[in-house]
Nanobody, 123 residues
């Protein structure tokens, strides 16, 4: 079973930046694609970005393209989400998830999840 641990959330002003980290076991990191999802209060969990380490493919939601960057550190078995030009509407709990295809954007496509980290963007 995949184990994922998120970190890096916090409170930031609009226009600021944060970097989220998702630490995984070596087996998880080598076997699965990893994605970031987010869930704002009262809203459904939504896809943010995904990466396939094996082929280097990345995918982004339209709402974050040009502002967020997903990347990996193979030596640390870690996936990052660099978030720039943050907006109040980016406020949510951000989850790291592992699945079999980085091109998938549905929550059901990712069987393994971390506990989430809170990101709050003030206006």
């Amino acid at each position: 079973q995949a184990q994922l641990v998120e970190s890096g959330g916090g409170l930031v002003q609009a226009g600021g930046s944060l970097r989220l980290s998702c630490a995984a076991s070596r087996r998880t990191f080598s076997r699965y694609a990893v994605a970031w999802f987010r869930q704002a209060p009262g809203k459904e969990r939504e896809f943010v970005a995904a990466i396939s380490r094996s082929v280097g493919s990345t995918y982004y939601a339209d709402s974050v393209k040009g502002r967020f960057t997903i990347s990996t550190d193979n030596a640390k078995n870690t996936v990052y989400l660099q978030m720039n030009s943050l907006k109040p509407e980016d406020t949510a709990v951000y989850y790291c998830a592992a699945g079999f295809s980085s091109s998938r954007t549905g929550t059901g496509d990712y069987p393994y999840w971390g506990q989430g980290t809170q990101v709050t963007v003030s206006s």
